[in-house]
């Protein structure tokens, strides 16, 4: 019966690289058009959506959205969510329709075909390099110059399985403070039942999303960072809590 569930489990793995392969591979003619202009970003962008939906799906993934506020269309937002998946980037993805630039880890640049575009449409960060995370700073704003939203796992990385929710780096709340933006709290609840990073684990079933009410930052100032991040960790822990 162990048998059984690892070779499961192994083709489940297997079949979900071909998700998000194959998309690509169809729309790599259109793909590699989309990101020839960063001014073309918005329809990449609904690519990925579509892109993201059909790996959900074809996971046996079924995503339950609930908002307690939505975002306005052409306005600039700081979207963040707890982190426990590889398939937090589609639910991400599915569970917004503003334009977002991902901030993300230079390692996935490593994936091959993903890698390459992920290279070209995120604002990478080598976490290991304080130069990096700077630079980090400069891009985003000019993406937000552009009308985009940015998009951070401000837990700075997957963490431990035990661990329901890590301390959140501020990074992602000071660019919110300097530029102005609401932060966009957003749980998923499922992700890591689903589809961890343990890989004898997971499989289909529902997937649960919660966009909460969004923290504005107009009166804040950079000495409010400490407390922003707090008030938005508490957040997204608390429903977390209220979900198991």
Not at 196 to 220: C, D, Q, W
């Amino acid at each position: 019966m162990k048998i059984v569930k690892h070779l499961f489990w192994t083709l489940y793995r297997i079949w979900f690289y071909i998700l998000v392969a194959l998309p690509i591979l169809i729309l790599l003619p259109i793909l590699f058009i989309s990101i020839l202009k960063e001014t073309w970003y918005p329809f990449f962008f609904k690519i990925a959506r579509i892109w993201a939906k059909f790996i959900l799906i074809g996971m046996g993934f079924v995503y339950r959205i609930e908002r307690e506020e939505h975002p306005e269309k052409n306005k600039s937002y700081m979207f963040i969510a707890n982190h426990t998946s590889m398939a937090d980037i589609m639910l991400m993805l599915v569970s917004v329709k503003n334009p977002f630039v991902f901030v993300g880890k230079k390692e996935l640049t490593k994936i091959p075909l993903f890698g390459f575009f992920y290279k070209r449409t995120c604002i990478l960060v080598d976490r290991s390099s304080e130069k990096s995370r700077k630079a980090v700073f400069l891009r985003a704003q000019r993406r937000l110059k552009q009308g985009l939203s940015i998009c951070i796992f401000p837990e700075g990385g997957v963490p431990q399985e035990h661990i329901i929710l890590d301390y959140f780096k501020d990074g992602a709340f000071r660019l919110a403070i300097n530029h102005k933006i609401p932060v966009v709290p957003i749980t998923f609840a499922d992700n890591k039942k689903r589809f961890s990073y343990t890989f004898f684990s997971g499989g289909p079933g529902k997937m649960r999303v919660k966009i909460h009410e969004f923290i504005a930052t107009n009166n804040l100032t950079i000495e409010d960072t400490k407390a922003l991040n707090e008030k938005a960790r508490t957040v997204i822990l608390e429903q977390l809590q209220d979900f198991n």
